[in-house]
């Protein structure tokens, strides 16, 4: 299943996450809960965590690291998108390691081996960071994830080199050209190409 672009997988990690999340640490009364500091949302631990009632808050980020062409068929491109969600976990100094221990094996088990709606989640590793200059006992919980976006080009055209596969920029937008080449024996001396004549080159591109 193609995912639509990166705020769509975003949203679906989000929101795994929160059910996940929703499920081990309710905040119910009673409870001693972990808040989450979403992506581009305001969290202060000063005032929102309450160390009384709480064992400690994470931080969710989702970073993309590559997107790469992984197949094509006719004018459509399957693009692979992979990245890391990063969940850092942060407990009061002087409770020990166990309290953060347990939060970050929790945080694995709402994210690892996962595959939802093209988004696909693969295992998560805890790294204990240490102390924090903010006063707190940091543990990092990091997990890969990757989507494929369909994308379509709009035009299409032959090329008498093959040194330039891939064009960016164009009159309007994004202009992406995917190559597929024939007949070239893309012999080098150096650094330099010779006979580059020596075949054709063709693909399909266009503004996306």
């Not at 295992?123 to 240490?130: H, I, N, Q, S």
Request: charged share 15%.
């Amino acid at each position: 299943m193609a995912v639509a672009d990166y705020q769509a997988a975003s949203e679906i990690i989000i929101e795994r996450f929160k059910t996940q999340w929703d499920t081990t640490h309710p905040e119910v009364s009673g409870a001693r809960d972990v808040p989450v500091a979403w992506p581009n949302v305001q969290f202060d631990p000063s005032t929102q965590f309450d160390q009384s009632t709480q064992d400690g808050w994470v931080r969710l980020t989702i970073l993309v690291t590559d997107a790469f062409p992984a197949s094509s068929s006719g004018n459509k491109v399957r693009q692979r998108t992979v990245g890391i969600v990063e969940v850092q976990v942060f407990t009061p100094l002087g409770t020990g390691d166990r309290t953060a221990a347990g939060i970050a094996d929790d945080v694995v088990s709402a994210l690892q081996f996962t595959t939802l709606e093209g988004v696909v989640i693969g295992a998560a590793t805890p790294l204990p960071v240490g102390t924090t200059a903010e006063g707190n006992f940091q543990v990092n919980v990091t997990a890969r994830f990757r989507y494929d976006t369909l994308i379509s080009f709009t035009s299409e055209a032959t090329f008498g080199t093959w040194q330039n596969p891939m064009i960016l920029g164009g009159a309007s937008g994004l202009y992406v050209w995917y190559d597929f080449t024939y007949d070239c024996e893309r012999n080098k001396s150096g650094s330099a190409p010779i006979n580059e004549q020596d075949g054709v080159e063709g693909g399909v591109g266009g503004v996306v």
